[in-house]
């Protein structure tokens, strides 16, 4: 079975969809039903075999887009930034304890969907109605955490780029302490945060590499010899030089500190 792939928001998660014998392109615009409703989606895996371990039942597309369809997607997202700015001036008139990040409209126009963030729980059900009255269509208002705020917005990270989960990631990695520790990064939170304030999402990027090579390095204080034959004791490692700093014992009165290259020592058991 060929099977496409195809994101519906920018940086969106990609789904995946039976093509139905269409002919379709990579960046082809297509409509698909999804679980928000019926929308348009840009192609950005082209035809390939089903994997056999894929369980999740697949979907076939409605069409692909014609002019008529991408005129009507482009309008709708003029439409999005009337509905948020509408939405906004409500939410102020009802005192709500809520910030509006982001509308969208369903491509058949059937659903507004309004994503926000709260620090509390909100009794939304006056705007709900005010909204329906005013749109005419089915309202949705759903609450959202600040990574997926921070997602939807975007920025630029501490490096000076745009924001990994803004400009690449589709799904957000599960980030730890420990891939921080591994990296020998400083664990003051200011320095591995994110505009989110959640754990930088970069510390995955590197996370296997570190394992591996940390996995090759001996420990500070283990016992060696040096390529002369010396005993010394390692007191510090360079992860991605693959180097360590040995403490050389010369002569009972004098110890130096030298550097070498993993394959230049031996570990002393």
């Known amino acids: 079975?060929?099977?496409i792939g195809v994101r519906f928001r920018e940086v969106g998660k990609i789904?995946?969809?039976?093509?139905?014998?269409?002919?379709?392109?990579?960046?082809?615009?297509v409509i698909a039903e999804t679980d928000r409703g019926v929308e348009c989606g840009r192609v950005i895996l082209g035809p390939r075999e089903l994997s056999e371990n894929y369980t999740n039942p697949i979907k076939k597309i409605i069409k692909k887009a014609d002019i008529e369809d991408v005129v009507r997607f482009e309008e709708n997202l003029k439409k999005e930034k009337e509905a948020f700015d509408i939405c906004k001036a409500k939410i102020i008139e009802l005192d709500l304890p809520m910030k509006l990040i982001s509308a969208e409209y369903?491509?058949?126009?059937?659903?507004?969907l309004f994503y926000f963030t709260a620090e509390c729980r909100v009794d939304?059900?006056?705007?709900?109605?005010?909204?329906a009255s005013i749109f005419r269509v089915r309202i949705e208002l759903r609450q959202v955490g600040v990574r997926d705020e921070t997602k939807m917005v975007g920025g630029m990270g501490s490096c000076g780029r745009a924001l990994c989960c803004h400009s690449y990631l589709s799904d957000f990695v599960p980030v730890s302490i420990k891939m921080a520790k591994e990296q020998s990064?400083?664990?003051?939170p200011a320095k591995i945060s994110g505009v989110c304030g959640r754990l930088m999402c970069c510390l995955k990027n590197e996370a296997e590499t570190y394992e591996y090579l940390n996995g090759k390095m001996p420990r500070e204080g283990v016992s060696v010899r040096t390529p002369l034959g010396e005993a010394g004791v390692i007191?510090?490692?360079?992860?991605?030089?693959q180097t360590v700093k040995v403490l050389v014992t010369k002569s009972e009165d004098?110890?130096?500190?030298?550097?070498y290259s993993l394959s230049e020592i031996r570990i002393q058991a």
Request: glycine share 0%.
């Open 124 to 131: 939304f059900r006056e705007l709900v109605k005010i909204l």
């Open 235 to 241: 007191v510090s490692t360079s992860v991605l030089r």
């Open 185 to 188: 990064l400083s664990l003051n």
């Open 15 to 29: 789904c995946y969809y039976d093509p139905d014998d269409i002919d379709i392109d990579v960046n082809d615009r």
């Open 1 to 3: 079975m060929k099977i």
């Open 254 to 259: 004098a110890k130096e500190i030298e550097e």
């Open 106 to 112: 369903t491509f058949d126009n059937a659903k507004v």
